[in-house]
C-alpha cells in the first residue's frame, strides 16, 4: 500500500483586494495537479518542492523568479534556499544575480558545496562553474508584476513556496524570492535564511511570505517545529502561533507547512495569500483570499 503525501504552495503574501487572480491561481492549479502525481509515483519530496518553484520563477506571474522587480539601484537581486527535512541538508543563495532558477542555484549550494548560504558575486561564480542557465538580458528577461498593483504605502513583496511530504515519509521545503520592490542592494529577506524563512526537519516543512525582516527577527519557520517538538502543538495551531509572534513584532505574511503526519496549513495574517493544497486522500484546494 503506498504512502501518504501532501503538498501545499504558495505564489506570495498580501494580494491587492480588486486584483484579479484567476491566472495565478490556474497556474498553482496545474502545478498541484502535476506535483500530486509525482509524489504519487514515488517521486521525493526534495525532487517535487524544487520543480515546483522552479515552474513558478519561470512562469513571471509572481514577484519571484521571471516576475521579479528590481532593486534601488536597478539591478535584480534574488534569494532561494531548500531544505531536505530528512538529513536537514541545506543549501541557500541571496543577493543573486543573472542566474534563471535561483532554486537550482540553491540546491547547487546544498548538494555541490560544504556551505549552507552562498551570496552575490560568489554565488553567481559558482552557479557558472556548475553550469546553471543564465539571464543574458535581464532588461528583457524579468517582466516585474505591474507597480500599479501596489498597494499605497506598503513596499510590494513576493515569494514562492513548495512543501511536501512524500510516500517515504520524508519532507522538503524551497522558497524563492527577488524579495520587495526598490529593495536596498544587498539587502537578504527571510528567504534565504534557514529557520526564518524555510525550514524542514522530521516535525514539518515550512515556507514563508511577508516581510521578511520580521520572520527573521522571530525565526519563524523554525519556530513551527519548535512548537511541535517542546510543546507538543498539532500542526496549524503551531502555524498560527509563530505567525502571531510575527505579528506582535508588527510583521505580517504568511506560511504553509506539511507535517510527518500529513496535515497541511495555509496560513496568514496580510490581506491573502496564494496558495494551493492537495494530498493523497484526495484534498484539492486554490485560493488567494479568505
Given at each position: 500500500m503506498?504512502?501518504?503525501?501532501?503538498?501545499?504552495l504558495h505564489g506570495g503574501a498580501g494580494p491587492i483586494f480588486g486584483q484579479d487572480y484567476a491566472a495565478q491561481e490556474k497556474h498553482l492549479a496545474g502545478l498541484l495537479k502535476e506535483g500530486?502525481?509525482?509524489?504519487?509515483?514515488?517521486?521525493?519530496?526534495?525532487?517535487v518542492v524544487e520543480?515546483?518553484?522552479?515552474?513558478?520563477?519561470?512562469?513571471?506571474?509572481?514577484?519571484?523568479g521571471r516576475g521579479a522587480a528590481p532593486n534601488l539601484n536597478g539591478d535584480y537581486e534574488l534569494d532561494a534556499a531548500i531544505m531536505d527535512g530528512r538529513t536537514r541538508n541545506a543549501g541557500a543563495v541571496g543577493a543573486l544575480q543573472g542566474v534563471?532558477?535561483?532554486?537550482?542555484?540553491?540546491?547547487?549550494v546544498m548538494e555541490r558545496t560544504p556551505n549552507v548560504l552562498i551570496v552575490g558575486e560568489g554565488a553567481r561564480r559558482l552557479a557558472d562553474a556548475a553550469g546553471l542557465a543564465t539571464v543574458d538580458d535581464p532588461e528583457v528577461y524579468y517582466k516585474?508584476?505591474?507597480?500599479?498593483t501596489r498597494q499605497v504605502g506598503a513596499p510590494e513583496m513576493g515569494t514562492v513556496g513548495a512543501v511536501a511530504l512524500d510516500q517515504y515519509g520524508d519532507m522538503s521545503a524551497a522558497t524563492s524570492t527577488a524579495g520587495i520592490m526598490n529593495k536596498t542592494p544587498g539587502r537578504l529577506g527571510d528567504t534565504p535564511v534557514i529557520g526564518?524563512?524555510?525550514?524542514?526537519?522530521?516535525?514539518?516543512?515550512?515556507?514563508?511570505?511577508?516581510?521578511?525582516?520580521y520572520?527573521?527577527?522571530?525565526?519563524?519557520a523554525a519556530d513551527v517545529s519548535a512548537r511541535i517538538r517542546y510543546g507538543g502543538a498539532r500542526l496549524e495551531p503551531a502555524v498560527q502561533g509563530a505567525l502571531d509572534d510575527v505579528k506582535r513584532l508588527g510583521g505580517e505574511g504568511g506560511m504553509?507547512?506539511?507535517?510527518?503526519?500529513?496535515?497541511?496549513?495555509?496560513?496568514f495574517n496580510s490581506g491573502g495569500m496564494k496558495r494551493g493544497l492537495t494530498d493523497s486522500s484526495g484534498r484539492f484546494e486554490v485560493a488567494t483570499f479568505l
Amino acid at each position: 500500500m503506498a504512502g501518504k503525501w501532501a503538498l501545499v504552495l504558495h505564489g506570495g503574501a498580501g494580494p491587492i483586494f480588486g486584483q484579479d487572480y484567476a491566472a495565478q491561481e490556474k497556474h498553482l492549479a496545474g502545478l498541484l495537479k502535476e506535483g500530486g502525481q509525482r509524489l504519487a509515483s514515488g517521486d521525493a519530496a526534495l525532487d517535487v518542492v524544487e520543480a515546483m518553484v522552479a515552474a513558478m520563477e519561470d512562469s513571471g506571474l509572481y514577484l519571484a523568479g521571471r516576475g521579479a522587480a528590481p532593486n534601488l539601484n536597478g539591478d535584480y537581486e534574488l534569494d532561494a534556499a531548500i531544505m531536505d527535512g530528512r538529513t536537514r541538508n541545506a543549501g541557500a543563495v541571496g543577493a543573486l544575480q543573472g542566474v534563471l532558477s535561483p532554486i537550482a542555484a540553491a540546491r547547487m549550494v546544498m548538494e555541490r558545496t560544504p556551505n549552507v548560504l552562498i551570496v552575490g558575486e560568489g554565488a553567481r561564480r559558482l552557479a557558472d562553474a556548475a553550469g546553471l542557465a543564465t539571464v543574458d538580458d535581464p532588461e528583457v528577461y524579468y517582466k516585474p508584476i505591474d507597480e500599479r498593483t501596489r498597494q499605497v504605502g506598503a513596499p510590494e513583496m513576493g515569494t514562492v513556496g513548495a512543501v511536501a511530504l512524500d510516500q517515504y515519509g520524508d519532507m522538503s521545503a524551497a522558497t524563492s524570492t527577488a524579495g520587495i520592490m526598490n529593495k536596498t542592494p544587498g539587502r537578504l529577506g527571510d528567504t534565504p535564511v534557514i529557520g526564518a524563512g524555510t525550514w524542514a526537519d522530521e516535525r514539518c516543512a515550512i515556507s514563508c511570505t511577508g516581510l521578511g525582516e520580521y520572520f527573521i527577527r522571530a525565526n519563524a519557520a523554525a519556530d513551527v517545529s519548535a512548537r511541535i517538538r517542546y510543546g507538543g502543538a498539532r500542526l496549524e495551531p503551531a502555524v498560527q502561533g509563530a505567525l502571531d509572534d510575527v505579528k506582535r513584532l508588527g510583521g505580517e505574511g504568511g506560511m504553509i507547512a506539511v507535517s510527518a503526519s500529513g496535515e497541511m496549513s495555509a496560513l496568514f495574517n496580510s490581506g491573502g495569500m496564494k496558495r494551493g493544497l492537495t494530498d493523497s486522500s484526495g484534498r484539492f484546494e486554490v485560493a488567494t483570499f479568505l
